[in-house]
């Protein structure tokens, strides 16, 4: 699968709700992210915090399950 830039917006509770383009390279791998160019206000530019989401996403050390097996909800929120 060739990699593409999608459509989407950032998923932080920020006020400047950015447009972004975020590379999708299969169906469980992201790379850059970066700000949409068609937008006036990001302007193909995003924060450093979201810029390096993939390194964050992708990290080795990231959890990937619970470790409360009463709470695997509120954990799969805290994953978006
Ligand atoms: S990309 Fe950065 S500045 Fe833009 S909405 Fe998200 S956190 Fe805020």
Excluded: Q, W
């Excluded at 060739?2 to 400047?16: A, K, L, N, T, Y």
């Excluded at 992210?33 to 206000?41: E, K, L, N, W």
């Excluded at 193909?44 to 979201?50: D, H, T």
């Amino acid at each position: 699968m060739p990699s593409e830039f999608i459509h989407s917006v950032c998923p932080h509770d920020c006020p400047s709700v950015c447009a972004l383009e975020v590379e999708r390279r299969d169906a469980n791998t992201i790379g850059k992210v970066r700000g949409a160019a068609a937008h006036p206000y990001t302007d193909g530019v995003i924060c450093a915090k979201v810029a390096r989401y993939a390194d964050r996403v992708h990290h080795a050390g990231r959890l990937s399950t619970s470790r409360d097996p009463i709470e695997p909800l509120v954990f799969n929120c805290l994953l978006i």
